[in-house]
């Protein structure tokens, strides 16, 4: 868009001072909010906003009040007094929206505030004015490679969060001194450069804790620690996420019980596996999977799923996003699904059709249908008695970044009323 192609003028030096010298200014004029919370945040590839959501939930067991927790994620936003779904199409806003969202959260009482971090953040230095306490490493995976100039350019930009914490100095809140945490999945092959980092305690997580796991369309249920853990959550990724909520929220104090209670009252978390049911004789499920690894997690969670054909349909992003994942999205659908639809996703300033095409290169025999809200009603109506639609790229966001702009979507709502016209 007009930001990208004015960047390309501008030195590098000169935009690293404008970011943060916003950064500076929106902490100052909001206050210096994070000073006063105990802040987590939680980066990586895969995961990150569902288990923000997570350590939310517990943390608001904790509390006592389920809206006594800031939230900021690519799902939703909360400030203390209400929660809404993200319509800013931003992983990690820009900072005087996340200053003023912490700041709302001080003056409704809030103690902690857990924030989604993302390595385009760092690009504009979204961290700077941020006083971090814990930070949570989930995976590792190709992702935002264009934008980064490589895999090891963009795993430097997720430690950087690492060493920002690191250098902070310790918050002292109610008269008791914060520590500095890190929580890390010991099972990417990446973690320990995660680790090797000076803060007061490290803790690890790994599947390997969790026992007798079971995945159905009911949920997910696994023991841990002599504890029974029965989640309406979907995903067999949903193990690892909720395994990195329970380690930070212990971390800080909070008993495996209420981490249980917790979480078993989660419904879903919008867009991520979420069942979408009108009453339909098939099955149709939303998800967010917008590259490769999260789309194998998903298909490796409906396999044991009592179903007839999949009909799959699926885009990719433009954007600068990483042009190779096009084909390799169009490989995994056409490996797992009867029925493959290609369509829009979000194409930004990139030639729509051109994205279908190159996704289509993994899947020659897919139908494609540049209106998105025409493939899904293509779906729809090819789908039989229990059959299983899937519907992936967007999840709950709230718009669609087209050529100039954006414009409003939800799939959620576009299956609801094209169902509803069936």
């Not at 002599?226 to 212990?250: H, P, S, V």
Request: charged share 25%; glycine share 8%; proline share 3%.
């Amino acid at each position: 868009m007009m930001k990208s192609f004015i960047k390309q003028f501008i030195p590098e030096s000169w935009l690293n001072f404008y970011h943060l010298s916003l950064a500076r200014l929106s902490n100052f004029i909001f206050r210096y909010p994070s000073e006063k919370l105990i802040v987590i945040g939680v980066t990586g590839t895969n995961g990150k906003s569902t288990t923000v959501n997570l350590i939310a939930k517990i943390l608001s067991g904790f509390v006592g009040d389920e809206r006594k927790v800031v939230i900021s994620s690519t799902v939703n936003f909360s400030d203390g007094s209400k929660e809404w779904l993200n319509d800013k199409k931003m992983t990690m806003p820009g900072r005087f929206f996340l200053q003023k969202l912490l700041n709302q959260g001080v003056k409704a009482g809030c103690k902690f505030a857990v924030i989604e971090c993302s390595s385009e953040g760092i690009l504009q230095h979204r961290q700077a004015g941020i006083y971090f306490d814990v930070m949570v490493f989930t995976n590792l995976t190709a992702e935002h490679l264009q934008a980064h100039g490589g895999f090891e350019n963009y795993k430097q930009a997720k430690l950087i969060y690492f060493r920002h914490l690191e250098k902070l100095p310790h918050k002292v809140i109610e008269g008791k001194k914060i520590p500095k945490i890190i929580i890390v999945n010991t099972d990417d092959p990446h973690a320990q450069e995660f680790l090797n980092c000076n803060v007061d305690k490290k803790i690890m997580y790994s599947k390997n804790a969790a026992q007798n796991i079971q995945i159905s369309e009911r949920g997910i249920s696994f023991q841990y620690q002599n504890t029974q853990f029965r989640l309406n959550l979907k995903g067999i990724f949903d193990i690892y996420n909720a395994l990195a909520a329970i380690a930070t929220t212990a971390a800080l104090g909070v008993g495996l019980n209420i981490s249980k209670q917790a979480l078993e009252k989660i419904s879903n978390i919008p867009g991520r596996m979420e069942l979408i049911n009108t009453g339909q004789s098939f099955k149709v499920l939303v998800d967010y999977a917008p590259e490769p690894e999260s789309l194998k997690q998903m298909y490796a969670s409906i396999k044991s799923w009592d179903k007839n054909k999949i009909i799959h349909v699926l885009g990719s992003t433009g954007g600068g996003r990483d042009v190779a994942r096009r084909k390799i999205l169009g490989e995994i659908a056409a490996a797992n699904a009867d029925t493959v639809i290609i369509t829009n996703e979000d194409p930004y300033d990139d030639d729509p059709q051109q994205i279908i095409d190159d996704v289509a290169v993994g899947v020659p025999q897919a139908l494609k249908i540049l209106d998105r809200r025409e493939a899904i009603a293509k779906a729809l109506s090819l789908a039989q008695k229990n059959d299983l639609v899937i519907i992936t790229g967007k999840g709950a966001e709230q718009k669609m970044a087209v050529r100039g702009g954006y414009i409003d979507w939800d799939d959620r709502k576009v299956v609801r009323e094209e169902l509803s016209r069936l």
